[in-house]
C-alpha cells in the first residue's frame, strides 16, 4: 500500500514508510516450497542493491540447455528455496526505511473512493482493529486471497482439484543420489513421493497425493518416507507437514480502481515448471514501478490500467503450462509400461532394465554429466525407486 509519494532513498529515514506490507501469520514462510528461482526473477531481484547470497546450478543444467539459457538471460536460475529467500527480500525491504512490515496484522475489509482505499486491518494477537488509509492496495495474499474476493473479483477454471501433502524432513539419502545429482527426483510410480532437493543430499521435501481432507499423522509420514526410499530402518526427522491442492484456475482481471491482486491470488496452479513465485514476483515488479511512477508524477495514472491488462495473459498461460506439464509427466509412467494394472515385480523389472539403459551415461545430462568417483552402490540400485532424478 503506498500511503504517501515515492520518495528517493535519500529522503527516506525522515519519512513515515510508504509502504506497509500486512501479513496475517507471525513470521515468513515457514517452509520451504517454492525454490527454482528462474532467470527473469534474478534479473527483477539483482536489481536490488546488496551481496549475493548464493549461486548455484539449477535449471539450465548440461550443455545443450546452458547455451539455451545463457541465450535467454545473462542470470542462471538458483535453487533457492522460500524460506531463504523471503528473509533477504524482507530485510532488503526494510533497509530502504520505505516499507513497515507489521506480522499477525491480518486485512479484513476495504472500500475505496477516488481518492484512495481505506483497508480494515486487525492485529490479531490482541485483536486491536484499525484503519490504514492508502493511494493504492495490492492483494498479494496468496490462493485463499479475501483482496480478490472484496473487489468482485474471481479466479475462472478448476479448483482443488488433486490434495497433496508436502514433508519438509531430515533424512541421509547420499548413497541413493550422489551419483546422480539433480534438483528433483521423480517417482514415476506415484506409489512413492515425489523429492525436492532443500539442502544437498539430506533436507528434503518429500511430496505425494491423498485423499481430500486427509493430513498424515507423523507415524504415517514417516512411514511414506520409508517405502519411498526402500529403507525401512531410515533414519527419518520431520521438520513440518503441509497441505496444499492443486488447482487450474485464474483471474481474467487483476484490478479494480485502486485495488490490485498479484500472484497465487489471480493465478492458481500446481508447482510444475516452477511457474508460481516466479509468476508472482514477475507481477510484483510490474506493481513496483508503475505505481511509482504514477505516484512521482512522471507517468499518467492510465499506465495503471496496463497491470491487469499485461499480467493476467501471463497468468492465463503459466496455468496452463503448468497443467499441460503435470499431465505429461503423469503419462510417462505409463509410457514405460507402469499401468495400474501392473504387478509390483512388473514394476520392478521395468525400472530395473531402465536403470541399467541408463547406468553408465549418468542421468543429469548425457553430454555433461558422467558418474565417475561416485558409483551406484549396489544396494541402492536395488532398492531405491526415485526412478528418474533430473533438474526437470
Ligand atoms: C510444494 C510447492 C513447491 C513449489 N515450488 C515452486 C517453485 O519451484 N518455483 C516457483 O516459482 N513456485 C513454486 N511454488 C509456488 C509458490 O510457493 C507460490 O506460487 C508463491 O508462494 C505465491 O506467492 P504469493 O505471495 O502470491 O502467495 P503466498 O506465498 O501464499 O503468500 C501469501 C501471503 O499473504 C498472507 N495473507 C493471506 N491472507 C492474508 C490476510 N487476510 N491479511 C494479511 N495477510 C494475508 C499470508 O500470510 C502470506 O504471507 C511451489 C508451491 C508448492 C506448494
Not at 547420499?174 to 513421493?193: E, M, N
Request: charged share 25%; glycine share 8%; hydrophobic share 40%.
Amino acid at each position: 500500500m503506498a500511503t504517501d509519494a515515492f520518495p528517493s532513498p535519500a529522503q527516506a529515514p525522515e519519512r513515515a514508510p510508504v509502504l506497509i506490507v500486512l501479513t496475517r501469520h507471525p513470521g515468513l514462510a515457514h517452509t520451504p516450497r517454492a525454490h527454482i528461482t528462474d532467470q527473469r526473477t534474478l534479473e527483477f531481484l539483482l536489481t536490488m542493491e546488496g551481496p549475493e547470497v548464493a549461486r548455484t546450478t539449477a535449471w539450465g543444467a548440461g550443455l545443450k540447455d546452458q547455451t539455451r539459457y545463457r541465450r535467454a538471460s545473462r542470470r542462471l536460475p538458483l535453487n533457492l528455496f522460500q524460506h531463504e529467500l523471503e528473509p533477504v527480500l524482507a530485510q532488503a525491504a526494510l533497509a530502504t526505511g520505505m516499507v513497515d512490515l507489521p506480522h499477525g496484522h491480518e486485512f479484513l475489509d476495504l472500500t475505496q473512493d477516488d481518492g484512495g482505499v481505506d483497508a480494515t486491518v486487525v492485529e490479531r494477537r490482541s485483536g486491536h482493529e484499525y484503519t490504514v488509509r492508502a493511494d493504492y492496495l495490492v492483494g498479494a495474499d496468496g490462493a485463499n486471497s479475501r483482496v480478490l474476493s472484496r473487489i468482485g473479483l474471481s479466479v475462472r477454471g478448476e479448483m482443488d482439484l488433486v490434495p497433496q501433502v508436502s514433508a519438509w524432513i531430515k533424512a541421509n539419502l547420499t548413497r541413493y543420489v550422489a551419483h546422480r545429482p539433480g534438483a528433483l527426483y521423480w517417482a514415476v510410480d506415484p506409489d512413492y513421493a515425489m523429492w525436492t532437493v532443500v539442502n544437498g543430499f539430506d533436507e528434503w521435501v518429500a511430496g505425494w497425493s491423498v485423499p481430500r481432507g486427509h493430513v498424515p499423522d507423523h507415524d504415517e509420514v514417516v512411514a511414506k518416507i520409508r517405502h519411498s526410499v526402500g529403507d525401512p530402518r531410515l533414519a527419518v526427522e520431520i521438520k513440518a507437514v503441509s497441505t496444499w491442492s492443486m488447482s487450474h484456475a485464474a483471474a481474467d482481471q487483476y484490478s479494480v480502481g485502486r485495488v490490485f491482486c498479484m500472484g497465487d491470488a489471480v493465478h492458481r496452479h500446481p508447482p510444475a515448471n516452477a511457474l508460481g513465485s516466479n509468476t508472482s514476483i514477475a507481477d510484483g515488479y510490474d506493481l513496483a514501478w508503475k505505481p511509482r511512477l504514477v505516484l512521482t508524477g512522471v507517468a499518467d495514472a492510465s499506465l495503471l490500467d496496463t497491470c491487469s491488462a499485461e499480467r493476467a495473459p501471463a497468468g492465463r498461460q503459466v496455468v496452463d503450462r503448468a497443467f499441460t506439464s503435470v499431465g505429461q509427466f503423469q503419462s510417462i509412467g505409463a509410457t514405460i509400461g507402469l499401468r495400474p494394472e501392473t504387478t509390483q515385480a512388473e514394476k520392478w523389472a521395468t525400472v530395473r532394465a531402465l536403470d541399467d539403459a541408463t547406468d553408465d551415461r549418468g542421468t543429469v545430462d548425457d553430454l555433461e554429466y558422467r558418474p565417475s568417483t561416485a558409483r551406484r552402490p549396489r544396494t541402492a540400485r536395488r532398492r531405491c525407486t526415485a526412478c528418474s532424478s533430473s533438474p526437470v
